[in-house]
C-alpha cells in the first residue's frame, strides 16, 4: 500500500475545515448573544472556540499531530543520514507532538493554575491566564536556539516557517494577552472577548496550516521517502 500526500489537497480540506468550523463558531456566537441562555443549545459547547475537548480543538489537535508526525518523518531522515541540524528536526517533533497533546488537554491552563497557586505572577490585567509567562520564556528561549537552524533552511521553506509561527504565536498568546485582559477586566461574555478568542482560534490554525504546506514541500523537494510495513512473525 502506498500512501500519497498531495499539498495542495491536504491544505485545501484543512481550509475547508476550518471555514466549516468558523462558520459553525460564528452561528453560535450570534444565537447566544440574541438569546442570552448557552442552556437553551447544548451544541454550543460542541462548536465554541473557547471550550475545550470538541470539535474546533479536536481538529486543531489532529492538525498540530499531523505536523509532528511529518516532523518525525524529517527527523528519521535527517538522523539516519547524520545530516545537520538532525536534533533540530528532533526536538521540532518533540515539541509539536507536546502542542498536539496540549490542545487535546488544555494542559497549559493546569500550568497556568499551577503559576497562580504558587503566585509566580500578579495573574491579573493582561497576564489573567498566567500559562502565558512560562510559555513566552519557552518561545524566546526557542527562538534563539533555532535561529541557526532558521536560516539554513531553504529561502522559501524558511520564509514558510516564520510567517506560520508569526500566526500562531501572535495568535496564541500575542492577542492571548489582550483576550486576558478583557476577561479580567468585562468577563468572558462579552462580544468583544468572544471577537479576540475567535481571532486568536483563527491564527492557530492557519499559521498549522502554512507550517504543515511548508513541512510537504520540503519533504517533497528533499525527495524523504518512508515506508510503513506490517511484518508478521512466520515463526
Not at 438569546?35 to 443549545?41: E, I, Q, S, T
Request: hydrophobic share 50%.
Amino acid at each position: 500500500m502506498e500512501l500519497v500526500l498531495n499539498p495542495r489537497r491536504v491544505i485545501t480540506i484543512m481550509l475547508i475545515i476550518i471555514v466549516v468550523l468558523t462558520a459553525l463558531h460564528i452561528s453560535q456566537l450570534v444565537i447566544y448573544f440574541q438569546v442570552g441562555d448557552p442552556d437553551k443549545f447544548d451544541f454550543i459547547e460542541m462548536v465554541d472556540f473557547d471550550y475545550e475537548a470538541n470539535l474546533p480543538s479536536f481538529y486543531s489537535s489532529a492538525a498540530i499531530l499531523f505536523c509532528a508526525a511529518l516532523l518525525w518523518v524529517i527527523s528519521g531522515y535527517k538522523r539516519k543520514g547524520r545530516l545537520p541540524f538532525r536534533f533540530h528536526w528532533l526536538g521540532l517533533a518533540i515539541i509539536f507532538s507536546l502542542l498536539g497533546l496540549d490542545e487535546a488537554i488544555a494542559l497549559h491552563e493546569t500550568i497556568g493554575d499551577l503559576v497562580e497557586d504558587y503566585e509566580l505572577v500578579d495573574a491579573q490585567g493582561y497576564l489573567y491566564f498566567a500559562w502565558v509567562v512560562p510559555y513566552g520564556i519557552a518561545v524566546i528561549l526557542f527562538m534563539l536556539s533555532y535561529l541557526r537552524f532558521v536560516l539554513a533552511l531553504p529561502r522559501n521553506t524558511g520564509l514558510l516557517f516564520v510567517c506560520s509561527g508569526v500566526l500562531f504565536v501572535g495568535g496564541a498568546m500575542g492577542i492571548e494577552l489582550f483576550s486576558a485582559n478583557e476577561a479580567d477586566l468585562n468577563g468572558t461574555e462579552t462580544i468583544l472577548y468572544s471577537a479576540l478568542y475567535t481571532a486568536e482560534e483563527l491564527c492557530e490554525m492557519l499559521g498549522i496550516v502554512i507550517f504543515c504546506y511548508a513541512l510537504m514541500r520540503y519533504i517533497e523537494n528533499e525527495k524523504i521517502q518512508f515506508v510503513c510495513r506490517i511484518d508478521s512473525d512466520k515463526g
